[in-house]
């Protein structure tokens, strides 16, 4: 099975950046990785995901503000959060898996998610 391990995340004030990562293991790494995240009693919601040789679908509500990017020869997928707002605070969890897409249903494995928080 494919392991992923998150990390960067953090709090900042509005308007600050932060970059997410997420390493993967024990695959090939050729499948679809996604960003997603869950706030306090809502359920979880696309961010942004990319494809194998860098196709990349972004969130309308983050589109312009988020970058996601992946490393293939690292196993790694990147999520560049500029303009972070208050509305942006969550648990945001890495995915992958051969039928993963925009909807998180999709995916088969899941990191363990990184908090990220914004104050005004």
């Known amino acids: 099975q494919v392991q992923l391990v998150e990390s960067g995340g953090g709090l900042v004030q509005d308007g600050g950046s932060l970059r997410l990562s997420c390493a993967a293991s024990g695959g090939a790494f050729r499948d679809a990785m996604g960003w997603f995240r869950q706030a306090s009693g809502k359920g979880r919601e696309f961010v942004a995901a990319?494809?194998?040789?860098?196709?990349?679908e972004h969130a309308p509500y983050v589109k312009g503000r988020f970058t996601i990017s992946r490393d293939n020869a690292k196993k790694t997928v990147y999520l560049q959060m500029n303009g972070l707002k208050p509305e942006d605070t969550a648990i945001y969890y890495c995915?992958?898996?051969?039928?993963?897409?925009?909807?998180?249903?999709?995916?088969?494995?899941w990191g363990q998610g990184t908090q990220v928080t914004v104050s005004s």
């Open positions: 990319i494809d194998w040789i860098g196709v990349a």
């Open positions: 995915a992958t898996g051969p039928r993963g897409w925009n909807s998180a249903a999709g995916y088969a494995y």
